[in-house]
């Protein structure tokens, strides 16, 4: 009686260039990036963005809260330490700054809310990127990148602000260029992104 003969999955004599090795390595049930090292393709480093592992983002993504809460926090300039109190024109004496207060928001108020705001849209995007992915939104997604892209420019921006020397139209500047730049750096595809950064800085892979 002739013996049934079984395909095998793995077969004892090398694949040959050109055989349907992936087709095998598909039965196995592996992962694509782990079928395309097992048979011989090199992975794709082209994934840009895209190719980041979402656990590594979430990381990022918590610490982003925890330096735009620490920087809300840590008032530029400090704060009063008694009453300071003037003596109006009728003659009686009524408070002008308080114990506890921000001298910031006191002395350069237009400042001190631009610095709030920037410390507040930074926890909050931070915390939207988070719970993005960890409800398994794609790591390519509109909601990761901007929420990345805002929440990191504004700890820029909340620096910035708090150096009272600087315009605050300026810092405003800055914060909308850098908040363009990473979101161009992540969003583009790596060759259209190395060609656009060489025409920012007039580079030419020629010279």
Request: charged share 15%; aromatic share 8%; hydrophobic share 45%.
């Given at each position: 009686m ?9 077969p004892?004599a090398p694949p ?5 090795m992936?087709a ?5 049930g592996l ?5 395309q090292?097992l048979?011989?393709?090199a ?6 963005w895209?190719?980041n592992?979402p656990?590594?983002l ?14 809300g926090?840590s008032?530029?300039?400090g704060y009063?330490q ?6 109006s024109?009728?003659g009686?004496?009524?408070p002008r700054y308080?114990?506890?207060d921000p001298i910031?928001?006191?002395l350069?108020?237009?400042?001190y809310?631009?610095?709030?705001g920037a410390?507040w849209v ?15 939104m ?10 990345f892209?805002?929440?990191?420019s504004?700890?820029v921006?909340?620096?910035i ?5 600087t ?5 405003i ?8 730049l990473i979101w161009?750096v ?8 190395a ?6 800085f007039c580079c030419?892979?020629?010279?």
């Amino acid at each position: 009686m002739d013996q049934q003969q079984y395909p095998t999955m793995y077969p004892s004599a090398p694949p040959t260039p050109g055989s349907n090795m992936e087709a095998g390595l598909v039965a196995t049930g592996l992962p694509v990036r782990q079928q395309q090292q097992l048979g011989g393709a090199a992975p794709d480093s082209r994934d840009g963005w895209a190719g980041n592992d979402p656990n590594t983002l979430i990381v990022v993504a918590t610490l982003i809260t925890a330096l735009n809460f620490l920087l809300g926090l840590s008032m530029p300039g400090g704060y009063w330490q008694t009453d300071q109190t003037v003596v109006s024109d009728a003659g009686s004496v009524v408070p002008r700054y308080r114990a506890g207060d921000p001298i910031m928001r006191d002395l350069h108020r237009p400042r001190y809310w631009v610095f709030r705001g920037a410390s507040w849209v930074g926890v909050a995007s931070s915390m939207v990127m988070t719970l993005s992915l960890l409800v398994r939104m794609p790591v390519g997604s509109r909601h990761v990148l901007w929420s990345f892209a805002v929440a990191y420019s504004s700890l820029v921006l909340t620096f910035i602000v708090s150096q009272s020397r600087t315009h605050l139209s300026l810092d405003i500047i800055i914060w909308v260029a850098v908040l363009a730049l990473i979101w161009l750096v992540i969003s583009l595809h790596p060759d259209h992104r190395a060609r656009v950064i060489r025409v920012l800085f007039c580079c030419d892979r020629d010279n």
